[in-house]
């Protein structure tokens, strides 16, 4: 009796495998080269093969793959002659789910205004909140699907969601909820965060805000994670000067983390507070922005493994100094990169900001690579599935019509037309339409 898997690829010109060994993630000199299957010389091209559970059971050689194979049953094929398939993208850091835009807050910043001045003027997080609030569930959801379905034809497979347009527990709750609904309907995996102390609400104190998060918010979130009506995983803290400080923040995570939740917070972004520093202390998984992290908080985040979540989109379009992601790799600190989608960034591709990472951060090609798959996969806890091509990992590709995979990278914008299939455990979720010679579509 045949037996039946989920999809073949076959005929690629190369296999971006990124790693072979089972790393959970990679670091300093070992981010300076991805393993890559090649095809030979004489041969047709490269498969994979992905089981009905969506994980990859094989790959290599055509000639290989369809002597092993040769009495199996795909439910689908697909003809990557010419292309090469790469890891699906993790993006590392959004905030997604929000009402309003806020392009006059662009005009604002084109003319000098800083982050924290227009923040303090009542715009920034705050417009948002109160736009946010004002939109039903359906709007919410309406507009964050849109967004996710825009991230997915950029090639990101899996993405880091955070709520903190709310910033009262009824709000957060609701926010999550629409991410739940995302989670439960749409191709793309997501990992939901906690993010309700990302501003502190109008009328409070950062202390006053302190406490609701930890006495109110989150225990309402908890109760919903026990009742399995939500899937939250992460907990985020706006750490900054004027929104909550490092005592405060210290207080809010391990609330958070005492609920069973993962560390993964806003660190040294507009001020050098030693953020990172005090996230290394409480284990943080990951920690974020990093433009003013000090050569100690390097340091202690390199020696307990916490990945900086790196955000090239905004350093750029705020303007702020880079973080120091060179010396950041150079003493052993897990780098990733993330859109920061926002409002405030408006940024869906990864594929850009990893363009803007090589350029402005001085990372290599591979280095982004890295810190957009495996890396990235290590902040959100999914290295183990996640992040590269190896067998029994989720099948998340994305296969790109170019004969070398640098080609994400170096066409600046031009992913909308490079990006041939996006594949999420093993289903076909995004095709492109002039494809037409393709198998499947």
């Known amino acids: 009796m045949a037996v ?10 190369q296999i971006v495998t990124v790693c072979s060994n089972g790393q959970k993630f990679l670091k300093r000199a070992e981010m300076n080269r991805v393993d890559v299957l090649q095809k030979k ?9 992905v089981g009905l559970d969506g994980k990859i059971v094989d790959f290599g050689g055509d000639a290989e793959i369809r002597d092993k194979y040769d009495q199996s049953l795909f439910r689908n094929s697909v003809d990557a002659s010419g292309t090469c398939v790469l890891p699906g993208l993790i993006d590392a850091h959004t905030h997604p789910v929000w009402a309003g835009d806020r392009v006059h807050e662009f005009a604002m910043k ?10 303090r ?3 920034g997080i705050h417009f948002t909140v109160e736009n946010t609030r004002k939109a039903t569930e359906d709007e919410l959801y309406s507009s964050l699907a849109q967004r996710l379905s825009q991230m997915l034809r950029c090639g990101t497979t899996t993405v880091e969601c955070k709520s903190g347009y709310g910033l009262d527990a009824d709000s957060e709750v609701r926010l999550l909820r629409v991410l739940q609904r995302a989670k439960t309907h749409l191709p793309i995996e997501i990992s939901m965060t906690f993010c309700g102390a990302h501003a502190v609400p109008k009328g409070m104190t950062s202390e006053e805000a302190a406490r609701d998060v930890i006495g109110i918010q989150i225990p309402a979130v908890c109760s919903l994670i026990e009742s399995g009506e939500l899937q939250v995983e992460n907990i985020d ?15 809010i995570l391990e609330s958070g983390r005492e609920a069973g939740l993962r560390i993964n917070f806003h660190a040294d972004e507009l001020h050098p507070l030693n953020a990172a520093e005090m996230g290394a202390e409480l284990n943080a998984a990951a920690l974020s922005h990093l433009e ?7 340091l202690a985040m390199a020696a307990k493994n916490c990945v900086a979540v790196v955000l090239p989109t905004t350093a750029y379009m705020l303007r702020l100094k880079p973080p120091p992601v060179r010396h950041m790799i150079e003493e052993g600190v897990i780098v990733a990169l993330g859109t920061d989608f926002n409002p405030n960034a408006y940024c869906l591709s990864m594929p850009m900001a990893m363009h803007l990472a090589c350029i402005n951060f001085r990372m290599s090609m591979t ?4 810190a957009s798959t495996l890396n990235a996969a290590a902040s959100i806890g999914r290295s183990e599935t996640h992040g590269s091509i190896e067998c029994g990992k989720y099948g998340d590709f994305l296969i790109i019509d170019a004969n070398r995979w640098e080609h994400l990278i170096y066409q600046f914008g031009n992913h909308d037309q490079l990006i041939s299939y ?5 289903e076909i979720v995004f095709c492109h339409q002039s494809d037409v010679d393709r198998d499947v579509c």
């Open 237 to 251: 803290v706006f750490c900054e000067e004027g929104v909550f400080d490092v005592p405060q923040t210290r207080r």
């Open 4 to 13: 039946t898997f989920l999809l073949l690829i076959h005929s690629a010109e």
């Open 292 to 298: 003013e992290v000090s050569d100690n908080g390097i």
């Open 367 to 370: 280095e982004a690579l890295i």
């Open 110 to 119: 084109l003319s000098g205004a800083s982050y924290m001045e227009i923040h």
């Open 422 to 426: 996006v594949i999420k455990r093993g």
């Open 121 to 123: 003027s009542g715009g």
């Open 41 to 49: 010389e004489g041969e047709s091209g490269l498969s994979i093969v």
